[in-house]
Structures are given as C-alpha cells and as structure tokens.
C-alpha cells in the first residue's frame, strides 16, 4: 500500500507534466560504439550506430550531430572564444600545441550511404530525403577516427593519462523550440537526449578503465590488448578515463558500487575520494533521493579546471583531491559538488549551454548544504585537528561568506548579470562561473528561507521525482515551487534570474517606549534602499537577557516598521541575522557596525569589520635593529586602513607609516583605487595621494592604467651616498597601455608614459620625462623573444634619488650598485630570449618550465649638457654606453601566467664598475 506522501508526489509529477511546456522532447536515443585506441599516435578509431526514433511530432526533413573533437582545431569556434578571453594557451598545452579533431570515413542512413553532408565546426547537418516521419525510426552507422590532443581540457591525454569525454558523434537535442545545433564555445556546456549506451572501447591490456554506466564485459585479446564493453541506461553522455599507472579503490553504499581510480602515487588520496564520494552519495540520497544509478566512479585525471561530471563518472585533478591535507575541506566540496551533478545534470538534465544554473547553481548550492551540515557553517575550508585548533584564532572563510562576497565584487563593479543568460553571452569566464555557481547558490539558499526547509526540501524531492531521466527548464522548477508551496513566486523568480536586481536593508531608527500594560514596545524602522522591487526579510531583536525574537518584514513597500513587544529591554535590533539576501551592504543592518579583532591574518567579514595586528622586526645597515606592530582594518568592499609603527633601537626613534587603500568599482574592475599615505622612517616625511583608474577592453584584452599622484616629501638626516636632503612637492601623471593581440603569451607588448612636475615650494625645481616600449613575440611553446626601448630626461634640479639610474629604470642589474650610474637623462634598450629547457614537470602536480634566458641591456645615463644636445638633436655622443650581458634560468608555472622564479647572472660588461652577482627575483616579463 503506497503512502498518502507517494500518492501526492505522484499526483503533483503528473499534474506538472501534462502542462509542462519547456522540457525537451523524449526523442528514442540509443548508441553502439567500438572503439580502438593507438596510444602510440594518440587516435581513437571507432564505428557507431545510433538508432533515433522521431518523437518530435513532426516530420525532419533534416538532421544534425554534434563533432565535438573539431574544437580542438586551429581556429575553431572555441579557440577563438578562448583567446578572445585572455586565456593563456600555455596553460592547456603541457608540451606545446597540439589540435585535435574528428574525422568521418564514412556516414550511412537507412541503408543508404552518404556523401552530401556540410560540416560547420562542430556540427554537421544531414538533409534526410525523404523526411522521417513522427514516430518513425531510422539507423545512422558512421565510421570515424579521433585525433587526441595533449591537452588540459576536456578531451585529452597527458603522461599516459586518457581523459575521453565529447568525442564521438552525437545526435543533436530537437526539443519544442527545434533543433538546437549548438557549437563547441569555451563558456558553457552542453545539451543531450537520454538514452542508452552500449560501449566497447580496445586499450592496451595493461592500462585500467573507467566509464559511464556498468562493465559487463572484459576479452582479452592475443595482441596484448583487452576489450572492456560498458553499458548505460538513462544517461545523456558517456565519457571515459584510462590509464596504465592507476590502481582502484571501492566501497558501497545500499548496493551502490563506488569505484575510486587513482594514480599509483596517490593512495591515500584516492581511499579519501572514494570515503568522499561515499559519504556525500548517502547525503543526496536522504536530501533529494536515492542515488538514480547504480555505480560511482571517481577518477583521478589530468583533465582542465577544477573538476568535471559525467553520468556516473567524475573526474578530479591532482593537486586538488590528491595531494592536499585532508584537513583541507575544499577538497571533500569538490568532490560532493561533483558527486551532486549525478543529480543535478545526470539524472535532471537540461540545456546547459542556455540554463547553465539549472546544473551549477544546484550543485552548488548542493555542496554548500553537505558542508554546512558535516562541519557546521564556519567550517568553510578547513576542518582543523586538535593539534591545529588554536589556527582558530584567525578567521577562515566560509562556503556562503565567499559565494556573497563572489556576488558582490560582481555587482559593485557592474560585471553582475542575469542569471538566466545564454553561458557564451558572459564576457569573461570568472564573470560566468561566480554568476551561475555562486549566485545560483545563494538564489536557492534565498528560496530556501523564504519557504522553510521543510517545504523547500519537498521541493527539491518533486523536482528530482518528477524530471528524473528527463531534460527539465527553470519553468518547470518554478512549477514544481508553486505548486509544492502553494505560493506565487512570479516576483521572485523575475526578480533573480532576469535581472540584476539588489536589496540594501537599512536599519534606520530604533524607537523605545513602554508598553500600554508592562514591558516595552521596541519598533525597528527600516529601509530598503536598494532597487529591488519586493524582497521580505527578517528582524531579529535580541534581549538583554540572551533571548532572541524574529519577524518577518515583507519588503513590499520602501519603508516599514517592525515591532516588538518584550518584557526585558531590547540589547540589539539585527535585520536579515541569517545573511540570506542579496544584501549589498550589510554594514548598516544594525546600529553599530561590529569589529572583530584576529592576530596576523584573517579574511574579510560579510557583515562587519575586521582589525589585524602583527609585530614586525627589521634591520638595516644604517639603523640597525627596529622592533614594532603593524595592523590593518578592512571592511567587507575591500576598503583599508593599515597602519604600522615601530621602534629603531640604535636611535631611539619612533617610526611609522599609515595607508588608506579603497578600491573604486565604477571603472567595472578591482584594479582601481585610491590611495592615501603618510609616514615618517627619520629619515624622510612623506605624504601622497594616488588615483589610478584602469580601463579594461576584454575583447582585445587591453588595459588601460592612468596614475594621477601629489607626492610631499621632506628628506632630512639623510646619510646615503645616493640621497640628497630638502624639500619636494610632485605631481606626477603615468599612463600605461598593456596590449594581447591574442592572448597571454601571444604577440603584444605594453606602452608607459611618465612625467613628474615639482612645485616651486620645495628646494627643487624640475620636470622629468620617460617614455618606454616593450614588446614580446611568441617563437614556439613557452619561448619568447622580448624587447623594451626607453628613454628619458628632465629639466631643471632634482635631488638625487629623483635622477635616471640604470639599475632602476634601465633594468641592468650590474649596475645596482653603482652610485655613479646616475643623471638627468637615460636612454637604452633591454632584450630577453628564452628558451624552454624541456616541455615540463611538476611538483605537486603544478606543471612548471625550466627555462633558460640570454639577455642583452645597454643603456647610458646622460649629463645635463648631454640631454640638451640630444633634445637639440646637434652632437650626440655615443660614447660611455653601459652594457651587461649574461643568462638566467626560471621555473615558471604555467597554472599562474607569467609567475616565475628567475636567476639572472650577469657575466659580461664594458665597465669594471660593476657587480656580476647572481640575481634572485619572483616575478614576470623582465
């Protein structure tokens, strides 16, 4: 006898069915592949047959199939998305470019073969004659062969690692709207019709595999090589992993095989993904259901990313799941925010490319519920050992603290878009995944309080009951809502999927009086002075006796008045004390902002400031020792106020400097600021303040850096031979243009233009010109050819810390201790070559680049006749040019453009007054 709780979800799934009007079309997929793989060549050699059965309704007088692999060809769609964004192509090609592609050998329909067919990137397009009837069926066998890349994406090989998804042709989803022939875009991902696959894949017989669905099968074969056939029901995809070094680990849960494949090195990393996986299947199941497949694997991959879902199989990279203490609960996310997609994606599927939230929002969310729940909500990232507990004391981000304040840099600095937007309409790939991932994940944590867990998770139950094995749309989720909750929820879904829309409550006025009768009538006037149109919010009045009351405003109106009727006093008024809106300030949801104090370091709050102290000592040649504190307080926008004082023994002086950073969002980046400074260190007094608005044009990848800076310094008890006394007032103008014709390591340069004007105040009177070019051009992966033109002058006297040097802006480092290589004017030219020494290795799985250089810099530093004659364009002496060459060696870590450790020696130069010390430096370009 069934439940009265089934027999209403079963009436609900019915009713949301029939009147379902954006699910996709049940269309009858089913897929037979073999597949051979040449490890040697890296090909991939298969024959398919696709059986489909039109149950679109109408007849298709054309026909369409996905080529995935053509992505991967010089030019394709997803390539040009790619640079278009600024990605580096170093990061994807561990040793060098290397495309791949699909090629069809054969193509037969009902029988009849097929030459007349057109290919447009990364789909084709068959025109059926005649048409396929509604509710008839046809055959499609295609032979075709897959050229794997050696890549960090998707579909790709790296050290004997196979990672196999989107490679075979498949059939393109026709759903209420028509065909949806998608191209391969490097934002977003995909769309496809629930069938079933049958799947043999030939591998050399000592690797070990991994797939979608089931292994019925292993034949061996006499030539050294081994069949593994899998089977699947149900799923959208199939995708696969192989690899000789892996060893396996399993478990189960009620029956549920969870299969762990990791790479021999990583034992303990691979026992923990399989107790992750484990533990994070039983949670789903009691939250939304039971697990809809029957087995699990989870594999340890050199694929691009974070990590990457398919139909029972998840892909995780090393340096992530493999090699970082297990304390590290970012870890364990990855893998429930992966093990959620069986849910929502596998099981619920729909158009990612069009509704990517509809998958990452929910798994996201997903993964910030499981960890909340296992290790509380403070608990973020790390899940400290008693031996680190005391670590506590500095405060770590949590999941939903860093998805808001992901949201909120979004919106201050206007990049924040509608949720529901096309995935390759989003300008930049952090803009895509903090939108659909970490908004999508708050907009349900929102619906969530806004209903009630209990109903909430009914909802989430029906949803997962009703579109299980099917392709559901936000229209259907927001049925299931209504019709579960009895509510209208039209204002909230419009109001956060289709625009950018953002509350700011604001606790205005607190009024106290007593009550009519006994006690005290308290009354919260609040304020929303955001542009949302309707938002409801709750109010929390804390009572000095430790008590806690909430009420619920429902935000219809712009001003509203919540009152409480207390016998105690009211210790505090609290507006929105769960942090579940999209609150864009949350500073002024109570009297008085809250301060935490943490020693040496903590991450900035959501809802109140932050105060860091740390001591700090020093020593320097001319002062000796230094013993102080420095500390910075910073609010939740990134604005902060550092201070830093201490105390020169030798001296007996008191030192200190102060700062005041704030970031200005209206330029739409973080890379704009201003800057207030003062300090005192006896032997200068200074002040400036700095504006530096940056301008960034993310089609061509350009930036724009303008720096306007009054500089005030008064340098006294100086006693450095390359430092003069006095008086000195700038301003100072610098504008910098950095260019990527392509992307990061393609052909580009930057351009900066310098000028310094001293006010007649001060003991000096100058101005100061530099002009530079720099310019680098790509030879092959990972070897450049860079090269930068300078020059300079000034006009009138300057002290000399304010002269040309050639160590400072001519770049030659053997001259760094020349106090001599100074003066009015400056002119040279720096150039870099460097080589990769091999393509790369890695530590903790981090790909990094030995890499040689030889440099060449000449420069020379003009006296004030000199920069006369050459401003008058009369004599100009070519002598007394400086110049150093030598070589270096750096390990660059391709993961983290242009970041690298250098070692640069300078062996020769045309002067003995230099130094050939070795060189130690972490940075990038020169």
């Not at 949806?180 to 030939?202: C, M, N, Q, R, W």
Request: glycine share 6%; net charge neutral.
């Amino acid at each position: 006898m069934r439940s009265k709780k089934t027999v209403t979800l079963i009436s609900v799934c019915l009713w949301l069915l029939r009147g379902s009007s954006g699910a996709a079309l049940p269309n009858q997929v089913n897929y037979w592949i073999d597949a051979a793989l040449d490890t040697e060549r890296h090909l991939l050699r298969g024959k398919e047959v696709i059986d489909f059965v039109n149950r679109t309704g109408t007849s298709l007088d054309e026909f369409y199939l996905h080529l995935y692999p053509n992505a991967y060809r010089e030019g394709s769609l997803f390539f040009q998305e790619l640079q278009q964004a600024g990605n580096n192509l170093d990061i994807l090609y561990p040793a060098g470019r290397d495309d791949g592609y699909i090629q069809i050998h054969s193509l037969v329909i009902r029988g009849e073969k097929i030459t007349d067919y057109h290919i447009d990137d990364t789909i084709m397009r068959i025109e059926l004659n005649p048409p396929l009837k509604a509710d008839e069926g046809m055959q499609v066998r295609l032979d075709f062969t897959v050229k794997v890349p050696e890549i960090f994406w998707r579909l790709g090989h790296h050290r004997g690692n196979y990672h196999i998804a989107q490679w075979y042709p498949k059939v393109v989803v026709y759903d209420r709207n028509g065909w949806h022939p998608d191209k391969y875009h490097f934002l977003g991902e995909f769309y496809g019709d629930f069938g079933s696959y049958t799947v043999a894949i030939t591998l050399p017989a000592n690797m070990v595999m991994g797939a979608t669905g089931c292994l019925v099968e292993e034949i061996a074969h006499p030539q050294g090589t081994k069949t593994w056939v899998w089977q699947a029901e149900n799923v959208h995809d199939f995708a696969w992993v192989a690899d000789k070094n892996y060893r396996e680990t399993s478990t189960e849960w009620k029956g549920i095989i969870i299969r762990s494949l990791y790479f021999k090195e990583h034992k303990k990393g691979g026992e923990r993904a399989a107790k992750h996986a484990r533990e994070a299947i039983a949670y789903f199941s009691q939250k939304y259901g039971k697990y809809p497949y029957s087995t699990l694997t989870v594999c340890e991959s050199y694929i691009g990313g974070i990590a990457m879902e398919y139909p029972t199989l998840i892909m995780l990279p090393p340096v992530l799941s493999y090699q970082l203490p297990s304390f590290f609960t970012i870890v364990e996310a990855a893998t429930a925010h992966e093990v959620a997609h069986q849910w929502w994606y596998a099981a619920v599927g729909n158009n990612e490319l069009e509704e990517a939230w509809l998958d990452e929002g929910f798994a996201t969310y997903s993964e910030m519920c499981y960890i909340e729940d296992k290790y509380g909500k403070e608990n973020g990232f790390v899940n400290l050992p008693k031996r680190l507990k005391f670590l506590k004391i500095f405060h770590l981000d949590d999941l939903r603290s860093s998805f808001y304040k992901s949201w909120i840099t979004l919106n201050l600095e206007g990049k924040e878009r509608e949720l529901l937007r096309p995935a390759y309409e989003f300008e930049y790939p952090d803009v895509y995944s903090r939108t659909v991932c970490h908004k999508g994940a708050l907009v349900l944590a929102m619906l969530e309080n806004l209903l009630g867990k209990k109903v909430f998770s009914e909802i989430m139950r029906t949803y997962f009951e009703c579109y299980r094995f099917k392709n559901a749309t936000t229209e259907n989720f927001q049925a299931v809502a209504e019709e579960v909750s009895k509510t209208d929820l039209d204002w909230f879904f419009k109001q956060m999927l289709h625009t950018t829309r953002r509350c700011d409550f604001v606790l205005e006025k607190v009024r106290v009086r007593k009550a009519p009768t006994e006690g005290y009538l308290t009354e919260a006037v609040i304020k929303q002075a955001g542009d949302a149109e309707q938002m409801p919010v709750e109010v929390m009045a804390k009572l000095k006796d430790g008590r806690k009351l909430v009420k619920r405003w429902d935000g219809s109106d712009k001003w509203g008045v919540v009152t409480f009727e207390t016998p105690k006093p009211v210790k505090d008024i609290l507006v929105d004390p769960s942090n579940w809106t999209f609150d864009i300030n949350r500073l002024n949801n109570r009297r008085f902002p809250k301060v935490a104090f943490h020693p040496l370091f903590s991450f900035p709050y959501t809802d109140r400031y932050v105060v860091t102290y740390y001591p700090k000592v020093g020593y320097s040649d001319t002062d000796g020792w230094s013993g102080g504190v420095n500390s910075r307080a910073e609010d939740p926008f990134g604005h902060r106020l550092s201070f830093s004082a201490g105390y020169i023994y030798k001296r007996d002086w008191v030192v200190y400097n102060a700062r005041f950073f704030s970031p200005i969002y209206k330029w739409g980046n973080r890379l704009s600021y201003l800057e207030f400074k003062i300090a005192d260190d006896r032997h200068t007094r200074s002040q400036s303040i700095t504006l530096v608005p940056v301008l960034v044009d993310y089609k061509r990848y350009w930036r724009h850096f303008f720096t306007l800076s009054a500089e005030h310094e008064e340098h006294y008890n100086v006693d450095r031979k390359d430092c003069d006394s006095g008086v000195i007032t700038l301003l100072i103008f610098s504008y910098r243009l950095e260019t990527n014709k392509d992307a990061l390591r393609q052909n580009g340069g930057e351009y900066r233009v310098h000028y310094e004007h001293s006010l007649p105040d001060g003991d000096y009177i100058y101005d100061k010109y530099f002009f530079e070019v720099s310019r680098y051009l790509r030879l092959g992966w990972m070897a450049t050819l860079r090269a930068r033109v300078f020059a300079g002058w000034q006009t009138g006297y300057s002290p000399r810390q304010r002269k040309f040097a050639l160590w400072r802006e001519g770049n030659m480092s053997a001259f760094e201790n020349s106090n001599l290589d100074i003066g009015d004017g400056i002119a040279g030219v720096n150039t870099v070559l460097d080589f990769p020494l091999r393509k790369s290795f890695e530590i903790f799985s981090l790909p990094l680049v030995p890499t040689v250089c030889v440099f060449f810099n000449a420069g020379k530093v003009l006296d004030r006749s000199e920069v006369r004659s050459w401003a008058r364009m009369r004599k100009v002496d070519l002598r007394g040019w400086k110049a150093e060459m030598g070589t270096g060696f750096s390990l660059e870590c391709v993961a983290f453009a242009g970041l690298a450790l250098r070692l640069r020696l300078p062996l020769l130069t045309n002067t003995k007054r230099a130094s050939l010390g070795l060189r130690l430096s972490i940075d990038s370009a020169f």
